[in-house]
């Protein structure tokens, strides 16, 4: 099946840091996810981006399908911003759910 | 309010029992899914169903099992068959091919 590799698995950062994670995928994908895990378990939906970049705030992603990565930049982080943060993709054909990353856990220090 | 709901937030279950975790959404969604999370670890998919009466295995289906019946709801029944059940369950709808959204979930424990 196909694999999701995040990286890096962990990261601790000063507040108003600035910082990229990165999402490999082995396959062609239909649809490509970043979520945010609060510390209540919640998963909120950061960006759908099977493809090209988008920007909210001070969060943005690029994906570039054709060399099968995605990237999330964090700029000024916040304390807020702290949880694990996933990658999750969907295949072009056969199974329509998504695959998760394990994740890359983000603290954010005052 | 549109959204997911998930009931119980937290379950008991004792060596044995059967138990039955709830999804209920009113986004108008044909696709539902269920999904498990371990310790530290990424989600991954128990179950799916693109629409009514009809759902499919995902990669750890076994001592599990689903029901379509209605568009809005899509339960899972944890069986006893089921040999280490304790973990986070995450529901999640979408448009087939389109954008997840995720409910609260439901932490279950064994005793």
């Known amino acids: 099946g196909i694999q999701v590799e995040q990286s890096p698995p962990d990261l601790i950062l000063q507040e108003g840091a600035n910082s990229t994670l990165r999402c490999n995928f082995s396959?062609?994908?239909?649809?490509l996810q970043w979520f945010h895990q609060n510390p209540w378990g919640q998963l909120i939906n950061l960006f759908y981006?099977?493809?090209g970049t988008k920007q909210n705030g001070r969060l943005s992603a690029t994906t570039v399908a054709t060399e099968r990565y995605s990237l999330l930049y964090i700029s000024s982080s916040q304390t807020t911003d702290s949880g694990v943060y996933f990658c999750?993709?969907?295949?072009?054909?056969?199974?329509?759910?998504?695959?998760f990353g394990s994740g890359t856990r983000l603290q954010v220090q005052p | 309010d549109g959204g997911i709901t998930q009931s119980p937030k937290y379950l008991f279950r004792k060596e044995g029992q059967n138990v039955t975790l709830s999804c209920e959404q009113n986004?108008?969604?044909?696709?539902m899914y269920w999904y498990r999370q371990d310790p530290g670890q990424g989600l991954r998919l128990i179950y799916y169903?693109?629409?009514?009466?009809?759902?499919q295995k995902g990669d750890i289906a076994e001592g599990y099992s689903v029901s379509r019946e209605k568009k809005e709801s899509f339960p899972l029944t944890v069986t006893s068959a089921q040999k280490n059940p304790t973990a986070f369950y995450l529901c999640?709808?979408?448009?087939?091919?389109?954008?997840?959204?995720f409910g609260p979930g439901t932490r279950l424990t064994v005793l």
């Open positions: 986004l108008n969604h044909d696709a």
């Open positions: 396959d062609s994908v239909n649809n």
């Open positions: 981006i099977p493809s």
């Open positions: 169903s693109q629409i009514v009466n009809d759902f």
């Open positions: 999640a709808s979408s448009i087939p091919n389109d954008e997840q959204f």
């Open positions: 999750a993709v969907e295949l072009g054909t056969g199974r329509r759910a998504l695959t």
